[in-house]
């Protein structure tokens, strides 16, 4: 049995924020505010109209996916770090993006030589990391992500699979804290890199070598 990675895609492998928020600048005039937590409480009006809610929220991530997806760019040392780990083990790249996403999300990640079976999602990621786990039948498992709910989703659904929290974009990243049902925050792929690698050389479920967080 070979290990596998189940990895998040944006603000993981891919930068979307910073691009988003520069399409909300041009296409809609709208201010973004990485700081501001959540994304609609980051939306600011020029023209001083009412607060964005978190239904236009919706519809303008809508209009960013798929057709603004070119914008986005690969995060540093992400194409090298999932070539590396995938000579050992199998990945799946795990989306919160609706199904019609699917391919160009293959398209988009394929460009920057990435190749790996992509599974599109709605709400939390606790059930379908569950269901990988029980189609791929791991020596052990490690999911990355960069949303702290999906990582509490995960302990619950799947307590044995080994938990990174990931930021890679370092203007949000210094405003989130650590997830707290994660095992470990790193925001650099190089160092996350080997941290994978070691949970996959220990061969070790989660509940067994560090413990369900709650």
């Not at 201010?31 to 009006?45: H, W």
């Not at 590396?84 to 293959?106: F, Q």
């Amino acid at each position: 049995m070979k290990p596998l990675l189940i990895s998040d895609c944006d603000e993981v492998l891919l930068h979307m924020v910073r691009h988003f928020g520069t399409w909300l600048d041009e296409a809609h005039a709208i201010d973004f505010d990485l700081g501001a937590g959540d994304f609609a409480n980051s939306m600011t009006r020029r023209d001083g109209g009412p607060a964005v809610t978190r239904e236009e929220m919706w519809d303008l991530l809508g209009g960013f996916f798929p057709d603004q997806m070119n914008r986005q760019t690969l995060v540093p040392h992400a194409a090298e770090a999932l070539a590396a780990i995938g000579e050992i083990a199998d990945i799946v790249i795990l989306t919160n993006l609706g199904d019609h996403c699917r391919d160009p999300r293959s398209e988009q990640l394929a460009q920057f030589g990435i190749h790996h079976r992509v599974v599109c999602n709605t709400g939390g990621k606790g059930d379908p990391v569950a269901r990988l786990v029980a189609e791929y039948r791991p020596s052990v498992t490690v999911f990355v992500d960069d949303l702290a709910v999906h990582h509490e989703s995960v302990a619950k659904a799947s307590p044995q699979v080994h938990r990174l929290h990931m930021i890679s974009e370092p203007d949000l990243a210094r405003h989130v804290a650590r997830a707290p049902a994660a095992h470990a925050r790193i925001d650099d792929w190089r160092e996350a890199q080997s941290w994978i690698i070691a949970r996959f050389a220990e061969g070790v479920p989660a509940v067994t070598s560090m413990g369900v967080l709650a």
